[in-house]
């Protein structure tokens, strides 16, 4: 499907119930597993023995999984679940018939127990098998990540500045919360009946979407 190298090729199946079976999960999050994946499988391993590419800072090896649906649809809760118990970076391949999205979460290291937490996933839409397209370049595995992060994210992730993925993500984070707080204030004016609650609400949407169009 990604037309990486075969030298990373892995193609082992994961018993889903690894994933709810010894591990602290709620009932509700057991019947997703059950319900809504079929199975899994671990497809390829990046990493500085397999793709001859130096070993990131942050990124020591990539893992490709492959989740295979019994519908169009998968709680994201399951990817935080896998991506908080395996202590790699994951690409995630979604399959449902001949349909696939691919999901990556923004994963930093975490302080505490947890080896990395997931600040937010970016996918793509459904596409065939024969659409998705992503390609691996960089130096080592620190770039190959960003890149596969930045071509899942789109245009959300797009910057022409000299900009860090971490300052590209939290920069998306922001633009989606000014989304929210200008849609509440727009409904909020819309219903507002006193004139000078209109102007004062007004003042504070032009502000907010000065600082959207700054983003």
């Given amino acids: ?4 190298p075969k030298t990373t090729e892995f193609n082992r199946r994961i018993p889903k119930q690894k994933f709810y079976e010894n591990l602290s999960v709620t009932p509700a999050l057991k019947r997703v597993f059950i319900n809504q994946i079929r199975s899994i499988y671990w497809r390829n ?8 590419l130096a070993k990131g800072d942050a990124v020591t090896e990539l893992e ?7 519908q169009p649809s998968l709680d994201e809760a399951v990817l935080h679940l896998i991506d908080k118990e395996i202590p790699y970076h994951i690409l995630f391949l979604l399959t449902y018939e001949d ?6 979460g923004y994963k930093e290291a975490a ?8 600040d937010r996933y970016y996918h793509t839409d459904w596409l065939d098998a024969d659409e998705l397209s992503l390609s691996m370049s960089g130096l080592n595995m620190d770039a190959v990540y960003e890149g596969f992060v930045r071509q899942i994210g789109g245009d959300a992730l797009q910057t022409s500045d000299d900009e860090s993925l971490k300052e590209s993500v939290a ?6 919360q000014l989304e929210k707080q200008i849609a509440v204030l727009e409904a909020k004016v819309r219903r507002e009946k006193q004139m000078n609650k209109q102007v004062q609400l007004n003042a ?5 979407r000065k600082e959207l169009e700054e983003l």
């Fill in 204 to 208: 504070e949407l032009k502000k907010l």
């Fill in 111 to 118: 302080s505490g127990a947890a080896a990395f937490k997931v």
């Fill in 99 to 104: 349909k696939l999205q691919a999901w990556i």
């Fill in 1 to 4: 499907m990604l037309n990486l």
């Fill in 171 to 176: 920069r998306d984070a922001r633009r989606r």
């Fill in 64 to 70: 490709v999984f492959e989740i295979q649906l019994n």
């Fill in 45 to 52: 391993k990046l990493s500085p023995e397999t793709v001859n």
